[in-house]
């Protein structure tokens, strides 16, 4: 680990102003080890546990609001989150370890990166999420556990987190604050497929932080569920896994919300398969429909390929345990 300055400041407007070679600590369960491995070498660690961003907040119009520094474990058991945004709680209680979820954060959990081994492996790996131009060694090599939608010909790496994709399918709200400024912008307008650029991964930009996340007041919230498919039952990653949220208005599906994780480079919402579903009746014939057209972009690599029918298997198991069949 090669050293770096460690900064714990008092106020916001001072963790605020940092450079790109500066790095934020809050739960510090991906940047420590990630800095251990060499991936990371930030001049700068800035430690924000001391900022105002540890609630869980009921808000007057019937949404939530979740402080960036509230760890997972809590988010988890909230009572609120548990009875009217269940799909956020089975996501969170299906990932990592009970240790883990007590020291990983709200706001870390949204910003995490890749496990791919290659962008893990710095000493004898080609990566161009890592180093820009080097190239992608998963790209024609062991790529199990790559992603199959949001891909390039510059990075398959696959977004890790269950929290983001339960999040795709509330519709949250990521909240952000500068130095100077602070906006709002849905959660799938935070990540940023690989295309040319794999390295850039999300649109905060230098010096701005994630303050709290909001969980809108929305009628499907409630009707939602997490499914996760991995090798094992305890602290993996998924393979393939699918939160889905449904309004139903007299037997028929008026909203859905679809979000997929495991197979993707970001957080995935399948705005294909809400089309196939919403205004239709629950069957199974139309839950398979919605699947195909959820991983009809797919593009695989030779190691990974069984991913496409793993993933359209796991949105119809989710949509039957929502939406039962008629």
């Excluded at 609001?65 to 809590?74: K, Q």
């Excluded at 890592?130 to 510059?154: D, F, K, M, W």
Aim: overall charge positive.
């Amino acid at each position: 680990m090669q050293p770096f300055a460690y900064i714990k400041p008092t106020t916001v407007e001072e963790a605020t102003v940092r450079s790109a070679d500066t790095e934020y600590l809050a739960g510090g369960t991906l940047l420590v080890d990630l800095m251990r491995l060499g991936v990371m070498k930030p001049a700068k660690v800035v430690d924000i546990t001391g900022m105002p961003y540890r609630a869980i907040e009921e808000l007057a119009d019937g949404g939530v609001r979740i402080g960036a520094l509230v760890p997972n474990a809590d988010v988890a058991q909230h009572a609120t989150i548990v009875k009217r945004f269940p799909v956020l709680a089975e996501a969170l209680l299906a990932g990592a370890s009970p240790q883990v979820r007590n020291l990983a954060t709200t706001g870390g959990n949204l910003l995490q990166r890749t496990r791919c081994p290659y962008f893990r492996d710095p000493g004898v790996s080609h990566c161009n999420k890592r180093n820009p131009g080097s190239g992608c060694q998963a790209i024609g090599g062991y790529a199990r556990s790559h992603a199959v939608l949001g891909t390039s010909e510059h990075c398959i790496a696959t977004h890790p987190s269950d929290q983001n994709v339960a999040l795709v399918a509330l519709d949250a709200i990521v909240h952000l604050r500068g130095a100077k400024t602070e906006r709002t912008l849905p959660i799938t307008s935070l990540h940023v497929v690989p295309g040319k650029t794999p390295a850039r991964e999300h649109v905060l930009e230098p010096g701005e932080m994630i303050t709290h996340v909001e969980l809108p007041a929305t009628p499907f919230a409630a009707r939602s569920h997490y499914v996760k498919v991995r090798d094992r039952a305890s602290f993996a990653f998924a393979l393939a896994s699918a939160a889905v949220a449904l309004e139903m208005t007299n037997g028929t599906i008026a909203t859905a919300r679809i979000g997929l994780g495991g197979i993707a480079t970001i957080p995935w919402r399948s705005r294909e398969a809400e089309n196939v579903l919403q205004g239709n009746k629950p069957s199974r014939a139309l839950y398979q429909r919605a699947a195909e057209a959820a991983l009809a972009g797919a593009v695989a690599q030779e190691t990974n390929r069984f991913k496409i029918e793993l993933a359209k298997r796991t949105l119809v198991r989710a949509l039957v345990e929502v939406g039962g069949v008629s």
